[in-house]
Structures are given as C-alpha cells and as structure tokens.
C-alpha cells in the first residue's frame, strides 16, 4: 500500500499524500462483547521513499525503510508507540512513546511521555533533519554554525499534558534533550574566521537553555580549548552567551579581533602584523538572538595574558618588546598592565582605552614608569647626553580626552643621574638627591612646551616653561620663574634665535663668583677654546654677588658673548650707599677697550673682588 495514492480519494485523505512509499504490515484488533474495540496493535513496514512536510522539513525526507509497532487498549485508555525506526540513507532516527488518561482530583488528564534518538547524522545535513519549530533558536544557531562533523548521536525525552476531553490544549511538561558530535568545525562569531577541528561537541537542553560544550579545535595557528556557548531563555528573550579559551601567537589573535565589526586594534592605531608574542585569552560574546542585530547589541569581552609581546610603533614612533601583560578589554573600555620595553627601556605600563563618546574621564591615559639611561632619552627625542649621564627614573602618565587633546606629565628621580651645566659651572653627582617635574602641551599630537617644570635638587631649585617649535621640536623660548642656586635668586626669560641666546635677567641676586672661576681643565690648556652658543644678555638685579662680603646693587648690564669671547660689557651699579660704579668693555681691533667709572675707586676694586689694597 501507497498512502500517497489514496490521497485523491477523499478530501479527508489528503494528509496522506505526506507518505509517499510504499507500507505493508498488519493490524489486529479485539472486539468487547458490544463489538467496541477493546485492544489491537498494528505493524508496518515501509519500503524506499520519501515523506513531504513543508511545514517540518524544508527538503522532502528520502527513507530508505522504516518499522513501526504500536498498540493500544481500550480500557486502560492508553496508547504506546512501541517502536518507531527509519533508516534514512546513513542517518537513523528511533523513537517511543505512549498516551495514558489518568485520573486526578477535579477530572482527567492525558499524560504523554516520548523519546527519540538520532544516529550517525552528518553535520551538513542537520538542518534539513532537525524538524522546524523544534527548538527554533537552538536549531538555528547549530545549523547555521557546526558544519563538516558528524553527530554521533541526538536523543530527546518530553512529556506532556492535556485535559483528557481537550486533547488539542496539550502543553509540553519537561524536556531533555542532548546531542553529541565530533570534528566539528565551528563559527563562533560572524564574520570572524571559523575554528576547525573541534574535537568533541557535547550539547543538552532542558526546555529553558539550550547549552553546548566544545573541546578542542583550531583558529589558523590558535589552539582553542574547551568553549561553551549557551543560549538562554528559550521561547523568550532569547539572549546566547559565547565563550571560548585560545592560546597561541598575539599577531593571529588580534588579526582575529582586527576583524569587522570588531576592530580593536585599529582603533588604537596598532597594526596586527607588526606584533609577536604569545597570548592566553578568554573570549566572551554576549547577543540578544534578534533578526536585525547591530553591533551596539553585542557585548564583548577578552581577558588575556601576553608574553613576549612585541608591538612596532605603538606609539610615538616607540617599539615595546619582551611585554609580560595582562588585558582586559570589552566594548567599553580596555586596561592593559604589566611590564614591557620601550625601545630597549624596561617599564611597567598601565593602559587604559574608553570606546564610548559619553565616557567621563579621558578616552586615552598611559602611565609609564621605569628606569632609563639619560642616553636613552635620544631615542624619545629629547637629547640629554650633554646635561646628564647615568639612570633616571621615570613616572609618566600621558592622556588623550574625549575631545582628542593629547597630554602628558611627568617625575624623574635624578638622585642616581650625574647632571651638568658647563655655561653656569654646576654639577650633581650621582646619590645626591634630585628630582623633577614637568608637563607636556601638545598643539595636535606635536609637542609645542613643556610647562609646570620644576627641578630641586644638589644645590639647585628651578622652575619655568619651555616652548618648542611645533615641527622640529626644537627650543625656541625659556622662561624661568624661579632659580635658586647659591646666593642667586632671579627669574630669567631666554628666546633661542640663530642658534644662541637673547636672555633678560632680573631679581634679588646673581651669584657671579661661578661665572669668574676657570673652567675646569683649561687652566694653562693650550688647546683652543670649546666654542658656546652665543649670548646676548640684559641684566636687572638687586646685587651682584663677587665673594663674600664683595658685591655690586641695584645693578643694570647688557653683555654678549659669541661663542668664544665676551664682545660687550656694560654693567652700571652701587659699591656702597654712595659709591657708584660703571664698567664698559668691548674689543677695539686687535685689543680690547675697558672704560671703568667710579666714585670710589679704592671700593670698586674691594667690591669687585680684585685689590683690597687701594683706599
């Protein structure tokens, strides 16, 4: 018999046009005194077909047997399908299951309980086995995701109830459901790239959540370790949650999250293909299962740790090597922390990214601390060799705010760094105490002045500003506030033109004995002069310290300096309440012009620190 041909002979036998093979079997059944059906069962073979249902199966199911035995009884009023088997070309599919009306308080109900199990079915054919409407989100996501494996075998087990007179209110009671699969290729995330090789997948569901366990498997050269992903809610909300352990090498795994619509290190202007390293991470994936799903729907999170991390040009032109890190990044925001070389520096380094607009505080904050070679200050453009030598330690903490300015500040702690400065004979030597302060101004992302500097430190307290030419960096303007060496205490402003100085000095005291001792070294060096750069100063201060008790007030000078020789000298000033004092000196041919005026002359050389003889 051919239930499809019987189809045409009765609107009422359409249904049958489903079952298009070929049955043969027999039914029996027993007959009460009243001749009402007591108990009967039936068994049917099927031959090689197919059954058509649109509505379960998008592509007509190709059997090539198939057994069924069921029975039922009358007065027990039960029904039970004893067996249910289809052979279909490879896959295999078994099933029971049984209706019994029980009483219960207040009435009857129908109780249904049934099971089936699927053998030996290929990945690649699921989604035209796996009946629709039958857990729509999971059937979706597993379909749509595993592909190339095979699933070794699929099992459910449900019950469920009805009114016994209102069949058609069945509602489902429990579900258990499982299935499991191997070598399974597996796309986690779109459009990220597939992992392959899975090597077991274990799934189960209770009607609620829907869960699935990996083992296994590879992204390119990533080695990917046991992962879950579970989908919550069933019927629902629906939301699905990802999670998935990789080791392996960093340029793979941020080329992986490189990806669209992820993008994380373009965004911090790092290109996957200048990294090296190896990276342990966990990477999370939450999503609410919506058709038209945006990326802002999606929440991501990667916890990871990397070790010898190599990044060409992470910033400021600057390669980091040898990082042991640790990152944590989603969404919102991202923190990296741990230790790294900067161009050969070695740092701790505390990163901090926020990708939301509306985020309070700035979108960008580096901190930086270590200890560097004032030699290695050239490679961050600031060439220090000729003021210090020795470590330095460094704490420097750079910001980016939301509205892109660029921002940086920081502390040396010089105490271990030799310091000199040749033009005012000043030196520090290592283990006396030192220490700076400083802030840099960007105009973009060149710095164009350092400000808030401060220095103390072997004598000597500064504080002022520095400009910068915004394309060269070059030194174009100091201004000191406040510099306390000895007995000076001025304030000095210094424009940087044509490679020397232009300096206004001004204050309470210049200490000039400094300035008056031999250069160390040069004393009877026949060897010629070591060339300075220039200098073309005016003076205001209250004094002018020559030795003790020996000094020049309420002086006012102008002087130049070309390098090598003093070309000009014009200083005016008091040796005592009454006595007055100028001084001009200034090259006339081979020779030199010296023009002293003074009231006192006897005083002016005492005062001036060059004969105490004369009254």
Avoid: C
Avoid at 11 to 18: N, Y
Avoid at 67 to 80: G, H, M, S
């Amino acid at each position: 018999l051919e239930p499809a041909v019987l189809a045409t002979l009765a609107p009422e036998l359409r249904p049958l046009s489903a079952a298009s093979l070929p049955l043969s079997g027999t039914a029996a059944v027993r007959l009460d005194g009243g001749l009402r059906p007591r108990d009967g069962r039936l068994d049917l073979a099927a031959g090689a077909g197919r059954a058509i249902l649109p509505e379960r199966f998008p592509e007509p199911l190709e059997i090539r047997s198939g057994t069924l035995r069921l029975a039922f009884d009358a007065v027990a009023r039960a029904l039970e399908v004893e067996r249910l088997a289809l052979d279909l070309g490879g896959p295999t599919v078994e099933a029971t299951a049984s209706a019994v009306t029980v009483a219960e308080d207040g009435g009857e109900r129908l109780a249904v309980r049934g099971t089936v199990t699927a053998r030996t079915v290929p990945l690649d054919a699921l989604a035209r086995l796996w009946p629709a409407g039958v857990g729509r989100a999971a059937r979706e996501w597993v379909t749509e995701n595993l592909s190339r494996g095979t699933v070794h075998e699929a099992h459910a087990t449900v019950t469920a109830a009805a009114p016994a007179d209102d069949p058609a209110a069945l509602a489902l009671e429990s579900l258990q459901a499982g299935l499991n699969a191997s070598d399974v290729d597996i796309q986690y995330f779109r459009p990220l790239p597939p992992v392959v090789g899975v090597a077991d997948v274990r799934a189960e569901t209770d009607g609620h959540t829907f869960t699935i366990h990996t083992r296994g498997g590879r992204l390119e050269d990533v080695e990917v370790g046991d992962g879950t992903v579970v989908i919550n809610d069933l019927g629902g909300q629906e939301d699905i949650d990802i999670r998935v352990p990789v080791a392996g090498p960093v340029r793979t795994i941020l080329t992986v999250l490189d990806h669209p619509p992820l993008g994380y290190p373009s965004r911090l202007g790092i290109d996957p293909k200048g990294t090296a390293g190896h990276a342990r991470a966990d990477l999370v994936f939450r999503f609410p299962l919506l058709q038209d799903l945006s990326f802002d729907d999606v929440d991501v999170g990667v916890t990871a740790k990397l070790s010898g991390t190599a990044v060409k040009d992470v910033a400021a032109g600057l390669d980091a090597s040898d990082g042991t890190l640790d990152l944590v990044l989603d969404t919102k925001s991202m923190a990296v922390k741990g230790t790294a070389k900067l161009d050969g520096v070695p740092v701790a380094l505390d990163w901090k990214e926020q990708f939301e607009a509306g985020a309070k505080g700035p979108r960008t904050r580096v901190h930086v601390k270590g200890t560097a070679d004032a030699a290695d200050f050239a490679k961050f453009g600031v060439e220090a060799a000729e003021y210090a030598s020795g470590p330095v330690g460094t704490d420097v903490v750079f910001t980016i705010d939301q509205r892109k300015r660029f921002a940086l500040s920081g502390t040396l702690d010089l105490t271990p760094t030799a310091l000199v400065l040749e033009d005012f004979r000043w030196t520090k030597a290592p283990g006396v105490a030192g220490s700076a302060r400083f802030t840099l101004d960007f105009q973009k992302d060149k710095v164009v002045r350092v400000s808030g500097i401060t220095y103390e430190g072997g004598g000597l307290a500064a504080a002022g500003t520095v400009a910068l030419d915004p394309e060269t960096t070059a030194l174009t303007h100091v201004q000191l506030t406040d510099v306390r060496i000895d007995d000076t205490a001025v304030r000095a402003d210094v424009l940087v033109q044509n490679g020397g100085y232009v300096a206004t000095v001004t204050g309470a005291s210049l200490d000039a004995r400094r300035f008056l001792e031999d250069e160390p070294g040069t004393a009877g060096d026949s060897a010629p002069p070591r060339r300075r750069r220039s200098l073309d100063l005016s003076l205001r201060v209250g004094r002018v310290v020559f030795g003790e008790g020996r000094q020049l007030t309420d002086v006012v000078a102008k002087a130049r300096n070309d390098g090598l020789d003093w070309t000009l000298i014009d200083a005016s000033g008091h040796t005592g309440p009454a006595s007055t004092l100028s001084l001009r000196f200034e090259p006339a041919g081979d020779r030199y012009r010296v023009l002293v005026l003074a009231n006192d002359a006897g005083r002016a050389l005492r005062m001036l620190d060059l004969n105490d003889r004369v009254e």
